[in-house]
Structure formats: C-alpha cells, structure tokens
C-alpha cells in the first residue's frame, strides 16, 4: 500500500480535500469496525462487529473535530452489527449477522425486527443499509459465511435453500402488520456498501466480487431500475469495495483497494484517500462535514471542503 495521504488523479480532487489533508487516527484496537454514523445530537456511533456492540465517540461541542470525544460503548447487541443509520425520527437503524436481520432500536430501548426471512428463507448476512427519503430502507445482504462451505454436486435442494446475494427494499408502511420485504436487485455478484445520490433517485451499490460500483435509478414508486457499471477498482491494493457516500455535489466517496476513492458524478476517478489500512466503511461527521473512516481495526478523520448527502 501507499503511504497514507492525498493522491490526485485531477485537480478536482483539491475542491474537495486539501492537497495535505490529514488522516487523523481517532482510536484503534477494536475486533472490526464498521459503520460510522454522526449524530445530530453532537456523538459519533460506529459498530465493532467481532464486539458485539455499537461504540459512542462523543465530542463536545467547543472541541474540534475529531478529537477531544470520550469512547463508551452504546449498546451491546446480540448479533454481529454491521452497517447502522438513522430514520426520520433519529431511531438507529442496524444490519445484523449471526443471526442476519435488520433492526430498528425503538426510542423506549427496545429492538423491533424489521427483517430476516425472505419468503421463508433467512436472508444471510445483512451488511449496509440506507434510509431513503419517502421512509423506505435499502439494505444488501449476501450468504452467511456457514453457507459457503461446499456442497456435494447435484445438491439441488441444498443449492436452492442457500440465501442469495440481493439489494432488498423494506417499504414503508402504515398498515399494522408483518412488514412487506422486496428482492430490489440481484445484479451484484456480492453487494456491500449502498448509498443515495444527493437527490434520492439513484442508489449506487458496491459489488465486492465484480469489484465495481452499480448506479440503480429509482423509480417513482421506489423500486430499481436495471442498474449500469458507474465506476471499478482495477487495483491489486488490499482491501475490496465497501462503504459508499455522496456529497451535495453528486460526488462518490467508497471504500476501495488502498483507501477511500473519490469519483465525480460521472464516475471518473478523480483521485484516493490512501488510509493507512484497508477501509471497510465511511461516514459523515458533524453537520455532514468530513468523512469518518473504519478499518478493521481502527477509526480515521479526514475534513472535506463539500456538504454530505443528508439521508436522515
């Protein structure tokens, strides 16, 4: 890997990081990290999967960002959380695995299951998630890791069981009852990360195995169009495609070999944040302003110049 730092493929770069920009190590010697999520109410959540539980970082309001916070844990979860965000009414939003469901925490504390089954059968291993705008939820999800063992040829029943890997849509209802769940996509060989466009009509998903990123216009009653190849990663770097964010502007931030990759709304590659280990997910910090970045084992800071795509 390159050493940590500011790399342009296009002066458009520096509209959007400074040239020296620091990557700021917040903390580290966590299990895995995931998932950084600000809070409109001045904290920073991030999820330590091998854990078992959602980490605080708070700041206070006459510190500057990122440092000066307190590390306490939020909650302990049962499951393994992965991929965490709010909805309108700033109840967190958490993807699960072992076992793979997404939950909503309730503002009393308590955990309502919004999915995990898929028309009788588990859904896997939930990673990301993303609150979209007329109250519905995308999430990706892929097999669990017990569901790759290998399975004696001519096994149909045994094939047919097995979760597969899908973009899935939780619409939003008023109805009281079993919450409806739809297979959105199916394109992406392994989808991790998922975000919006800064006007909620496309969402974009990283493909871990196709190693590129998918822009899914989005219809007016919310379902995916067919999606299209918006960017790739043709980089032998450690690290795979994961988390995704926009800024007000359309711009791409994701999680790639060697770093955060930034590409224009048309997906040119305009340049990488090289982080000192392989990024798994990024988020925005305090008033949607600099982006907060997981690794597996530790959480970065590096301050931006252009608003984020506010999606709660």
């Given at each position: 890997?390159?050493?940590?730092?500011?790399?342009?493929?296009?002066?458009?770069?520096?509209?959007?990081?400074?040239?020296?920009?620091?990557?700021?190590?917040?903390?580290?010697?966590?299990?895995?990290?995931?998932?950084?999520?600000?809070?409109?109410?001045?904290?920073?959540?991030?999820?330590?999967s091998r854990g078992g539980r959602i980490c605080q970082w708070t700041i206070p309001?006459?510190?500057?960002?990122?440092?000066?916070?307190?590390?306490?844990?939020?909650?302990?979860?049962?499951?393994?959380?992965?991929?965490?965000?709010?909805?309108?009414?700033?109840?967190?939003?958490?993807?699960?695995?072992?076992?793979?469901?997404?939950?909503?925490?309730?503002?009393?504390?308590?955990?309502?299951?919004?999915?995990?089954?898929?028309?009788?059968?588990?859904?896997?291993?939930?990673?990301?998630?993303?609150?979209?705008?007329?109250?519905?939820?995308?999430?990706?999800?892929?097999?669990?890791?017990?569901?790759?063992?290998?399975?004696?040829?001519?096994?149909?029943?045994?094939?047919?069981?097995?979760?597969?890997?899908?973009?899935?849509?939780?619409?939003?209802?008023?109805?009281?009852?079993?919450?409806?769940?739809?297979?959105?996509?199916?394109?992406?060989?392994?989808?991790?990360?998922?975000?919006?466009?800064?006007?909620?009509?496309?969402?974009?998903?990283?493909?871990?195995?196709?190693?590129?990123?998918?822009?899914?216009?989005?219809?007016?009653?919310?379902?995916?169009?067919?999606?299209?190849?918006?960017?790739?990663?043709?980089?032998?770097?450690?690290?795979?495609?994961?988390?995704?964010?926009?800024?007000?502007?359309?711009?791409?931030?994701?999680?790639?070999?060697?770093?955060?990759?930034?590409?224009?709304?048309?997906?040119?590659?305009?340049?990488?944040?090289?982080?000192?280990?392989?990024?798994?997910?990024?988020?925005?910090?305090?008033?949607?302003?600099?982006?907060?970045?997981?690794?597996?084992?530790?959480?970065?800071?590096?301050?931006?110049k252009v608003p984020g795509t506010r999606t709660y």
């Amino acid at each position: 890997m390159r050493a940590p730092g500011i790399y342009a493929n296009h002066t458009d770069l520096f509209d959007l990081v400074g040239r020296r920009a620091p990557i700021v190590k917040v903390a580290d010697g966590f299990g895995r990290l995931t998932g950084p999520l600000f809070s409109r109410i001045g904290y920073l959540l991030f999820s330590d999967s091998r854990g078992g539980r959602i980490c605080q970082w708070t700041i206070p309001p006459w510190e500057e960002e990122p440092l000066g916070g307190r590390l306490t844990t939020y909650r302990v979860c049962t499951g393994e959380p992965q991929g965490i965000t709010f909805d309108h009414q700033g109840r967190l939003l958490m993807c699960e695995r072992n076992p793979g469901r997404v939950v909503r925490l309730e503002k009393d504390g308590s955990a309502t299951v919004l999915a995990e089954y898929y028309r009788g059968r588990p859904l896997g291993a939930p990673d990301d998630l993303v609150y979209n705008i007329d109250g519905s939820i995308f999430f990706s999800a892929v097999p669990a890791p017990e569901s790759f063992q290998v399975r004696p040829p001519g096994d149909r029943q045994e094939a047919a069981s097995m979760p597969r890997p899908a973009v899935y849509r939780i619409p939003r209802s008023q109805i009281p009852g079993p919450i409806r769940l739809e297979r959105a996509s199916g394109e992406c060989g392994r989808p991790t990360g998922v975000t919006l466009g800064p006007w909620q009509n496309r969402l974009y998903v990283a493909d871990a195995r196709q190693r590129n990123i998918r822009a899914h216009p989005i219809r007016d009653d919310g379902t995916l169009e067919q999606g299209r190849v918006f960017a790739e990663f043709p980089s032998q770097d450690p690290g795979i495609p994961g988390g995704l964010k926009t800024d007000e502007q359309g711009h791409l931030y994701a999680c790639g070999p060697g770093g955060l990759w930034v590409f224009s709304p048309e997906g040119a590659h305009l340049g990488t944040i090289a982080t000192p280990e392989p990024p798994t997910n990024c988020g925005w910090g305090r008033g949607f302003r600099g982006l907060y970045i997981t690794t597996g084992r530790s959480l970065y800071f590096v301050g931006t110049k252009v608003p984020g795509t506010r999606t709660y």
